[in-house]
């Protein structure tokens, strides 16, 4: 089974770019079953989706959050990482990284990682 862990700093000041990667074992980020995104959560609010990529390297962003937010895949790694620029400590919240399939009946995210709290503060 697929298996994905979050790993950067979990301190960022405002105004720096906030950078995450997720390592992908027992599956390769380059395989067209599944596509990999990025969701946070801030605290005391809900989920919310900020892009993915996908088999082919395409990418697919939040319409708010796409004008400051890359991610981007290093396929000799099998890694995908999240960078989201100008951060304020609005941006603080805990960051998965998810597998996303889409059928014709349904769309899942079949595996999460444990999640990465970052907190932004100077």
């Known amino acids: 089974q697929v298996q994905l862990q979050e790993s950067g700093p979990g301190l960022v000041k405002p105004s720096q770019t906030l950078s995450l990667t997720c390592t992908v074992s027992?599956?390769?980020?380059?395989?067209?079953?599944?596509?990999w995104s990025w969701i946070r959560q801030p605290p005391g609010k809900g989920l919310e989706w900020m892009g993915v990529?996908?088999?082919?390297?395409?990418?697919y962003y939040s319409p708010s959050l796409k004008s400051r937010t890359s991610i981007s895949r290093d396929t000799s790694k099998n890694q995908f990482s999240l960078q989201l620029s100008s951060v304020t400590p609005k941006q603080t919240a805990k960051y998965y990284c998810?597998?996303?399939?889409?059928?014709?009946?349904?769309?899942?995210?079949?595996?999460w990682g444990k999640g990465t709290l970052v907190t932004v503060s100077s």
């Open positions: 998810v597998t996303e399939h889409r059928s014709s009946r349904a769309h899942t995210r079949d595996y």
């Open positions: 027992g599956g390769s980020i380059t395989s067209n079953y599944y596509a």
């Open positions: 990529i996908a088999y082919d390297g395409s990418t």
